[in-house]
Nanobody
């Protein structure tokens, strides 16, 4: 499974960005897909995940601001990020699970200026 992330960039505080992650390869058995993020010098944190059936789970600081959706036909997930804060600045990494296997994309940088 290969994961291609896109949509990062520079935005002012209070603005919005939409990230996309498309899976390719052996995608038929992918269940959960999602995003993690890692800021410089910090641990990797969960942003949000979504199952093939559409069940979502969000990290505490993302609830109410971020929305994760999924298009199974396109093997793509979309992370709509609103009301962005400077502390949301990080490399956002796409992740997927297929059985016991875990896959990571290359990451996309999100920078939120104050």
């Amino acid at each position: 499974v290969q994961l291609q992330a896109s949509g990062g960039g520079l935005v002012q505080a209070g603005g919005s960005l939409r990230l996309s992650c498309q899976a390719s390869g052996s995608t038929a058995s992918i269940n959960r897909m999602g995003w993690y993020r890692q800021a410089p010098g910090k641990q990797r944190d969960l942003v949000a995940t979504i199952t093939r059936a559409g069940s979502t789970y969000y990290g505490d600081s993302m609830k109410g601001r971020f929305t994760l959706s999924r298009d199974n036909a396109k093997n793509t997930i979309y992370l709509q990020m609103n009301s962005l804060k400077p502390e949301d600045t990080a490399v956002y990494l796409c992740n997927s699970n297929r059985g016991s296997l875990e896959y990571w994309g290359q990451g996309t940088l999100v920078t939120v200026s104050s």
